[in-house]
């Protein structure tokens, strides 16, 4: 296995430079009245203008609350869903314009681990069959002969008993059921795994291990991760670089002590203010930042600063204009006109 | 069975954190024979053949295929001999069933009647389903126009009144002049089919569409699956159930729709003999000689009881949970 790495390693780009490029990702989903003749009332910005970049064995951490369009990033990254517009550079390949052949070893390249282990396997497949699949679908990279051994190999690498390759998944626990989708998304050996919220579903004692193989795989395979959830301290246990969401827009991006100890944009205050902490001693001591109202609909979003209906800095400027996500304190990049460090977190 | 604790132990030393709380495993799994690799398909047959209600239903199925097969076999007497001075006989040593009305040998004619019934049923029933579940998928996962075309022509199809549809088809097929049993039991079978095809349709297609959203074929689509293999290996499997148990109470419903048909005079004709002929025309004598619809009827029963029970079986073992 190692061998793969090493071998790939020597013709692929250095690690630290850019795999993955994003450039304006925009995903709108029309929404459709009318029973036999349909017509489109509005758009749900569900993404709406995001751009990052992954390097090569780093783990972008993506946050945001629910329905800030973080499942779709993942969704248009797999290319399950179209973009509505925007571009995703795959080693300065377009990933969006890839078709046939070029597209089958895209998803070699990049695969994703998704949310809810209860779902996300067959239950009518057996573990191997579940695991095995990669290579039923992509024949070329595993001789016939070898599956099975190859199959046994990965429940060995995600920490399962290879003798369990006969049971079906409901004989499995959820941290059990998250490893074997692990082991699905690592079949094709991927450079890139797209973690769609993969410990939310799971126990917080389960969490934990299920984190700490996710970071085990990434040093042994050389993976880049794009990690996303809900959970600011999951991110940060894993997260070289942490990317901030609220209604479909990036408002801050960075380093996971930029982000985690110089926060700039009043919403990362506010999500960090909100973390528990769980020394007893300083409880009571740190402000709590609380956030008025609801997050808006993404049907029809805030003009300007979509943050502005529940920011305590909102000003005229923020209803006009629509803050640029760029570096203006702090040596990282925040889409706040009023971008000043404040650090929440004890 | 493998010891959950020797995992536990080398997956702690691959620095994998597991605890024996995960690894706490159900026992019920099947002894593991690792290097065997199994299927769905493979432990379901393995698991078929230790259920006593499979074994059951398959020896009276197989007894019902060899006396329509050779109805010669069971019985020396014409099913279609005739002597009024019989008529409406109890069963005795001569007659097991008793003589029917126009003193026909009852069980001469449910013997002879086997081929014909049984016929109807699994063929219409298997036609139905086939039909139905291939239209059903596909308008389920490709969704869309094609959902609409096909749905509203399965309303079409299922807005016809049973009676008047099996009308209009027979009568049409009739006009080209076949007579032989086997191409007139084939004409109903296939109206049959085409008139009650949307139901199965119905049915497959709300567990393809429920199917289509679950997160297994979305891994499988960012895997680069093809429609057909998501379409076979993840959501037929998943939609299967329902429609299995659907087909084993259309197999005896349409034995007795093929009595409806013939009553109609559009249906089997003498000298093809089948139950659901004989149970009509026994409907004015149920209170003198109840034997005329007793023995057709309890034969018809056991019929669909054990295509019902194989159903059962066949669903149950393809659910790994309730094995």
Redesign the interface.
């Given at each position: 296995m190692s061998e793969t790495v090493s071998e790939r390693a020597a013709t692929e780009p250095a690690p630290g430079e850019a795999i993955l490029e994003v450039r304006d990702l925009v995903k709108h989903f029309p929404v459709r009245v009318g029973v036999l003749f349909k017509h489109v009332i509005g758009q749900v910005r569900a993404v709406d203008g995001v751009s990052f970049e992954l390097r090569r064995g780093e783990t972008l951490g993506v946050v945001g609350e629910s329905g800030c369009g973080k499942s779709t990033l993942a969704?248009v990254l797999?290319r399950?869903e179209p973009p509505t517009s925007g571009t995703a550079l795959y080693k300065g390949r377009d990933m969006f314009a890839m078709r046939g052949a070029e597209?089958?070893k895209l998803?070699?390249s990049i695969?994703?681990v998704?949310?809810?282990p209860y779902?996300?396997?067959?239950?009518?497949?057996?573990v191997?069959?579940i695991v095995g699949?990669?290579f039923?679908?992509?024949p070329e990279v595993a001789p016939k002969g070898e599956r099975?051994a190859k199959v046994r190999e990965l429940l060995?690498?995600?920490?399962?008993?290879?003798?369990?390759?006969?049971?079906?998944p409901?004989?499995f626990?959820g941290?059990?059921r998250q490893r074997i989708?692990i082991a699905?998304a690592l079949a094709?050996r991927p450079e890139i795994i797209i973690c769609d919220e993969p410990v939310s579903a799971l126990d917080v004692?389960?969490q934990?291990?299920v984190m700490?193989?996710l970071g085990?795989l990434q040093s042994e395979f050389g993976l880049s991760y794009v990690f996303i959830a809900h959970d600011l301290s999951v991110v940060r246990h894993l997260s070289d670089r942490v990317a901030v969401m609220y209604l479909g827009k990036i408002v801050e991006i960075g380093t996971e002590d930029e982000i985690y100890s110089h926060p700039t944009h009043p919403y990362t205050q506010a999500l960090l203010s909100a973390v528990p902490v769980a020394d007893p001693t300083v409880r009571g001591q740190r402000q709590v930042i609380r956030l008025e109202g609801d997050v808006p609909s993404p049907v029809d979003p805030p003009s300007g600063c979509r943050f502005r209906t529940r920011c305590w800095k909102a000003q005229d400027v923020c209803a006009e204009e629509v803050p640029e996500l760029v570096t203006r304190v702090a040596g990282h990049p925040s889409a706040c006109h009023f971008a000043e460090e404040r650090s929440v977190v004890p | 069975m493998t010891d959950p604790t020797i995992a536990t132990q080398q997956a702690d030393a691959g620095g994998a954190y597991v605890t024996a709380l995960e690894h706490a495993e159900p026992t019920t799994g099947q002894p593991g024979r690792p290097g065997k690799p199994r299927s769905l398909w493979s432990d379901a047959w393995r698991d078929l053949r230790r259920r006593p209600l499979f074994i059951i239903a398959v020896v009276v199925i197989l007894f019902l295929t060899v006396v329509a097969l050779f109805p010669q076999w069971f019985t020396s007497v014409d099913p279609n001999h005739r002597d009024l001075t019989r008529s409406r006989q109890p069963p005795s040593g001569d007659a097991w069933f008793g003589y029917d009305v126009q003193g026909q040998d009852i069980y001469a004619r449910v013997v002879y009647g086997t081929r014909w019934s049984l016929l109807v049923g699994v063929a219409g029933s298997l036609l139905t389903v086939l039909i139905g579940g291939t239209i059903g998928l596909l308008a389920g996962y490709f969704g869309g126009w094609l959902d609409g075309l096909l749905s509203r022509v399965g309303e079409v199809f299922s807005g016809l009144p049973f009676v008047l549809g099996g009308i209009v088809i027979l009568n049409a097929f009739r006009s080209t002049g076949v007579d032989s049993a086997l191409a007139l039991v084939g004409m109903v079978v296939l109206a049959l089919a085409l008139l009650t095809w949307p139901i199965s349709m119905r049915i497959i297609r709300s567990a393809a569409i429920s199917a289509k959203q679950q997160d297994y074929v979305k891994a499988a689509r960012a895997l680069g699956a093809s429609p057909w293999r998501i379409i076979f290996r993840h959501m037929l499997p998943n939609c299967l159930a329902p429609v299995l148990v659907y087909a084993t109470i259309l197999l005896g419903s349409f034995i007795a729709i093929e009595a409806t048909l013939s009553f109609l005079g559009i249906g089997l004709r003498d000298p093809a003999v089948s139950w659901g002929v004989m149970i009509s025309d026994s409907r004015n004598y149920i209170r003198v000689a109840p034997h005329l619809l007793l023995f057709p009827a309890g034969i018809l029963t056991l019929t669909v009881l054990a295509f019902v029970m194989l159903g059962d079986a066949v669903r149950d073992a393809l659910d790994p949970k309730l094995r």
């Open positions: 969704q797999m399950l597209l089958r998803r070699r695969q994703i998704l949310q809810d779902t996300s396997l067959n239950p009518r497949m057996t191997g069959d699949e990669p039923d679908i992509h099975r060995d690498v995600v920490g399962l008993n290879p003798e369990h390759i006969n049971r079906y409901h004989q626990s941290g059990q989708g699905r094709l004692s389960i934990a291990q700490n193989l085990d | -």
